[in-house]
């Protein structure tokens, strides 16, 4: 049996190799996707929330840079709205459930010439139990939040890698000299 899954995972491998799959990150910090996200810079983002995502996402984003700081050539704008909606409703009409919802549409624009390269929105939603004490409420209301904008940073950014990846967001190639 053991010699059985031994080999069926061996030619399950040979078999994902010549699929094209291939890693995002190849060649760390001197691939191609990591030159493109080194650089974006990410343009202050109005709110509370817009804080949580902006410093959420410059984690990422100087975590692929080998912790320097963001590049200028590119930046990335994202507007944010966020709305909470009640959902449980007992019969006094007192809410027992929330859901948290976090939306982002954002935008990668070459500095220089203004130009949109990318525009797509990301999205996380979160259930919020609603107990007796507001100050629990409250905090997990806040703690949702946080994990809501954690998860929007992961996906503009596996966004941004994929974009790069496919080629977007590479530096023009520079005029021969005549």
């Known amino acids: 049996m053991k010699r059985l899954l031994t ?18 990150y190849a060649n760390g910090s001197k691939g191609a996707v990591a030159q493109v996200l080194a650089d974006v ?6 709110g509370h ?17 080998g912790g320097h700081g963001a590049g200028q050539r590119l930046r990335l704008d994202v507007r944010l709205e966020d709305s909470i909606t009640g959902l ?4 006094d009409d007192a809410v027992t459930r929330e859901r948290r919802t976090l939306r982002a549409r954002y935008q990668l ?12 929105t990301a999205a996380q939603d979160g259930g919020i139990d ?17 994990r809501l904008a954690s998860g929007i940073a992961d996906q503009i950014v596996a966004r941004l890698a994929v ?11 520079s005029a021969p000299a005549p």
């Open 163 to 173: 974009f790069a990846d496919r080629g977007g967001g590479q530096p023009a190639p």
């Open 130 to 146: 609603v107990v007796g004490s507001e100050y629990s409420t409250i905090a997990a209301e806040s703690t949702t939040l946080e």
């Open 88 to 91: 449980g409703v007992r019969s």
């Open 41 to 46: 810079d990410v343009a202050p983002i109005e």
């Open 49 to 65: 929330n817009g804080w949580l995502v902006r410093n959420a996402l410059r984690d990422r984003l100087q975590a692929t840079q």
């Open 7 to 24: 080999s069926s995972l061996v030619a399950a491998s040979l078999l994902l190799g010549g699929c094209g799959l291939r890693p995002l």
């Open 109 to 120: 624009v070459d500095a220089a010439s203004g130009e949109v390269l990318l525009d797509a």
